[in-house]
């Protein structure tokens, strides 16, 4: 790419001076989907229907979710990447190729299905892999995400990982119930957002929803189409605008009874 370059008019004394943008190129990427298939995944969600009559559960919404993602974000760009794994108590591998086919995508979803688990997840593993893949990626001029869709309440999950190893990007969606007895959602986001920090390359993303509603889902997921060379710090984003912003304000017609009074 070109520097671009301008004069500067109009901006005072320091407009005789000429600006450029240096180079840069964004990579394509090679993206890790993570499905946590904990029986939690199978919560109902709220405001649908799916084709049985009955609510689509997480793990219903989360599929839909990724293949619309899949689908967005090869219209932007066909030479991303993608492969898929779920999450139980550790990683094991649905479609371990990276391919930019929309079929493959769908048949790894219909291929995933809930799963036991017992204790706390280790993402040691999955980072293990990231890191393996995110080298191969890089020797290709690419750059490597995972995105995990984690949906447990009360379980922390745990890694191990060395501070300084920062070869990859960690997104974040998190679906959870509402605070309880038995939960403790919000101290599951800091461990989640503590494990983002600690190992991303580029600015990670963290979105989490308690509503249950499959339209906040796919609104977040929307977000990670976002690529991490071209983001900005999460706490200054400020997308999708509540509706209250959008709409301009407009000032009061002056009336009769509201018009100044001319003095003399």
Known sequence: MEGIEGDGSGRGEGSSKR??????????EDILICLDVDPQCLVEMKGATGHNGRPPTRLD????AIILFVNAKLTINPQHRFAFATLSNTIS????????DIDSTIAAM????????AGPPDLTFLFRLAAHEAKKSRVQGRIFRVILFYCRSSER???????????????VMYLHDKPGPDNCPQEVYDTLVEALEHVSEYEGFILESGQG?????????????????QR??????????????KLPQVEPMATEDTAPIATQ
Not at 19 to 28: D, G, I, M, W
Not at 213 to 229: C, D, N
Not at 232 to 245: R, V
């Open 110 to 117: 219909r291929s995933i299905s809930a799963s036991s688990s």
């Open 157 to 171: 999950p745990q890694h191990q990982w060395p501070v300084n190893q920062k070869v990859f990007t960690l997104d």
């Open 213 to 229: 509603l499959a339209r906040v889902l796919f609104r977040h997921v929307l977000i990670l189409l976002s690529h991490p060379q």
């Open 19 to 28: 600006y450029s943008l240096k180079p840069s190129r964004v990579s394509n």
């Open 61 to 64: 919404s989360v599929k839909q």
């Open 232 to 245: 900005c710090i999460q706490e200054y984003l400020d997308i999708p605008k509540s509706i209250a912003k």
């Open 93 to 100: 591998w649905v479609r371990k190729d990276f391919t930019s």
